[in-house]
């Protein structure tokens, strides 16, 4: 999906709303379970269930009549978000202080894990260096996304610059991956 408003940005990056996302993802679940889960009230949740909802990122897919309640199952879509070209440009302090929160929360959760030598904390750091074409280079961030979610349509080319829609497949340049990984929920 290409998120082309900064409000839809804002939506997905709230942390309620994104364990909210968490823990519908892989089955239905109703606003009652996820208060359960989240350690909620329900009435906490409703707002920001409608607005997902409201959204296209989380849907009803199913209803079950209780008494005189009707009980909605909601389940999150899977797909993966890129920003469109505008939206960067218009936000992009906005996005860079988003990305570094969650980068440096990551880091910082790595580096207790080194200082401790304790692995009790769930937290992954890896870099790695690749001699690779743009094309290549192009593919294997593809690849990377579609192992993160398989389900997805997870092709990158409309999230990379103008410029890189005819990748150049001649000239090799060595690129950087870095990979942070860590429970968000916790």
């Known amino acids: 999906m290409n998120i082309n408003e900064f409000a839809l940005y804002k ?9 909210i996302l968490y823990y519908a993802t892989e089955q239905p679940i109703t606003v009652k379970e996820l208060a359960e889960k989240l350690n909620e009230k329900q009435s906490r949740l409703y707002y920001h269930v409608k607005k997902l909802e409201e959204a296209g990122i989380l849907e009803v897919v199913e209803t079950k009549a209780i008494g005189n309640l009707t009980e909605k199952y909601y389940q999150a879509n899977r797909t993966v978000y890129t920003l469109s070209d505008k939206l960067k440009k218009e936000h992009n302090d906005e996005i860079i202080n988003h990305t570094r929160h969650i980068i440096e929360t990551g880091l910082k959760r790595v580096h207790l894990n080194m ?28 690849n990377i996304l579609k192992q993160l979610n398989p389900s997805a349509d997870t092709k990158t080319s409309n999230s990379f610059s103008p410029a890189l829609a005819n990748p150049d497949s001649s000239k090799k340049s060595t690129y950087a991956y870095v990979i942070i990984s860590y429970p968000v929920n916790d």
């Open 11 to 19: 939506l997905i990056c709230d942390p309620k709303r994104q364990n």
């Open 115 to 142: 200082k401790k030598d304790d692995h009790d904390e769930l937290a992954y750091l890896s870099t790695m260096y690749d001699n690779q074409t743009e094309e290549e280079w192009k593919r294997t961030c593809d």
